[in-house]
């Protein structure tokens, strides 16, 4: 879903980065160093956001360049999905964040359940790994594996944090405005797939 000038960037922002990071002659760094700030006055230009800041947004990463990982937490409680209403663009999501060095893919899940919504969990299933390029999320600088992990209530209260205002549980046919950066409704649809047909395989790509 990400227009072509962005993907373009990216592939450029990547290449230039690893050669930042592997290269052992300086003539050809520079060129690196040039292909760097092109990608960045490319995105500088399309979306109207100053150089500096796309700079330490989009290019202050080193080394070969990897796709983020975002892992969010899929929570059913008599049959409706919990969400949590996000701060930052008053749109709702399934809890969740940046995987985090150190943690477990269903680890993160877990804690961000607990920091997000106030409820304990565990991790019980993978439900999808989606490259969120193929779906209907707004342009993003990185690119981002999403991994979806269904998990069950075992305690703990409804609670907000400092980035979430509200917390609740929603029927599928009853969804609010959603946080389309972080989840979309089709994705919605697919973790209540898995709550009808819990032999749902695993959604990926």
């Known amino acids: 879903m990400d227009p072509k000038w962005l993907g373009w960037a990216k592939q450029i922002q990547s290449a230039a980065q690893a050669g930042i990071a592997y290269s052992n002659n300086a003539y050809d760094t520079e060129r690196y160093e040039e292909l760097q700030n092109l990608a960045v006055e490319i995105m500088s230009e399309y979306t109207e956001v100053d150089q500096p800041t ?22 059913f409680q008599d049959n409706k999905i919990l969400m949590v209403r996000e701060k930052s663009d008053g749109g709702w999501s399934l809890p969740g964040g940046w995987g985090d060095i150190g943690l477990t893919p269903s680890e993160v899940a877990v804690k961000e359940v607990k920091e997000e919504s106030g ?21 993003s600088a990185y690119h981002v594996y999403k991994l979806f992990i269904q998990c069950e209530i075992v305690g703990g209260q409804p609670a907000e944090s400092i980035e979430t205002s509200a917390v609740e549980f929603f029927g599928e046919h009853e969804l609010p405005d959603l946080s389309i950066s972080r989840n979309t409704e089709s994705q919605i649809k697919l973790a209540f797939r898995h709550l009808h047909n819990p032999l749902e395989g695993v959604y990926f790509d």
Do not use: M, Q, S, W
């Open 54 to 75: 796309i700079k330490e947004l989009f290019a202050n990463e080193t080394g070969y360049a990897t796709p983020k990982a975002d892992i969010r937490a899929v929570v």
């Open 119 to 139: 409820f304990d969990v565990k991790a019980v299933k993978l439900i999808g790994v989606l490259d969120k390029k193929c779906h209907p999320h707004p342009p």
